[in-house]
């Protein structure tokens, strides 16, 4: 059944939405794809890194970090994670190819990296990559991720000229005792908290006072705003 948002999409897409062409994909290792998309519709637009953009499938609707956005010649990018294997979003990241039109909404404020301190330490996991590049553009951060794969992580990371500190997850948690250690020392006004609802809810309880925080995804629920 199609979610709300699809149905809303279908319904007034060709009034809100903007349209884009894929010009490349490319892999960097075997869960993430960098897509370059350009199009008039992206020309004239005001982004701001750390912005949101929501993209139409059809059967449902997912929302992206912008890499970077350059409104003078109309071109975008973002980092897609295939996260899980038969989900719409999944299924778009791994089956897209270039020349394919896709139709999104926004930019639209998420996280205003431009209002943070000039030093972040950003925390997130493979569903933040995206939001990191687009901060680096912008301040200096220590990024802390909770990872699947420290190797296959490392490798997006390193293409997209991200450093960071990389905790492998455990199948009980445990691995969030390591990343609030690393995270305590950090400023509140500083710290930045990104990715899944019950990390960034575990580690407030383990006494993290972050300035910032946002879902990306979680266990149980699809399609997160």
């Known amino acids: 059944m199609a979610s709300a948002k699809a149905l809303f999409g279908a319904a007034f897409g060709r009034f809100f939405f903007r349209d884009a062409t894929v010009t490349s994909v ?40 912008p890499i970077a956005w350059d409104a003078a010649s109309g071109k975008t990018s973002f980092l897609l994670y295939v996260h899980g294997a038969s989900a719409p ?26 209002a943070l301190p000039p ?7 493979e569903t933040s990559f995206a939001a990191a590049a687009a901060l680096k553009g912008v301040r200096s951060a220590r990024n802390v991720f909770e990872v699947e794969s420290e190797r296959e992580s490392k490798r997006a990371l390193t293409a997209l000229g ?6 492998e997850r455990t199948a009980d948690d445990a691995h969030l005792e390591a990343v609030a250690r690393t995270l305590e020392r950090s400023p509140p006004q500083s710290l930045v908290l990104t990715g899944r609802a019950q990390s960034i809810q575990d580690l407030r309880r383990r006494g993290l006072r972050p300035a910032k925080t946002k879902a990306y995804w979680s266990v149980g629920k699809s399609g997160l705003d």
């Open 119 to 125: 030093d972040v330490t950003f925390f997130g996991d």
């Open 89 to 114: 979003g999944a299924r778009w990241a791994r089956d897209l190819m270039a020349g394919a039109r896709c139709q999104f909404f926004g930019p639209r404020g998420s996280i205003a990296f431009t």
């Open 162 to 167: 991200i450093e960071a500190t990389l905790i």
């Open 26 to 65: 490319r892999a960097l290792g075997e869960k993430f794809r960098l897509a370059e998309l350009e199009g008039d519709a992206l020309t004239g637009v005001t982004w701001t890194p750390g912005d949101k953009v929501q993209v139409y499938l059809g059967e449902d609707m997912r929302t992206y970090t």
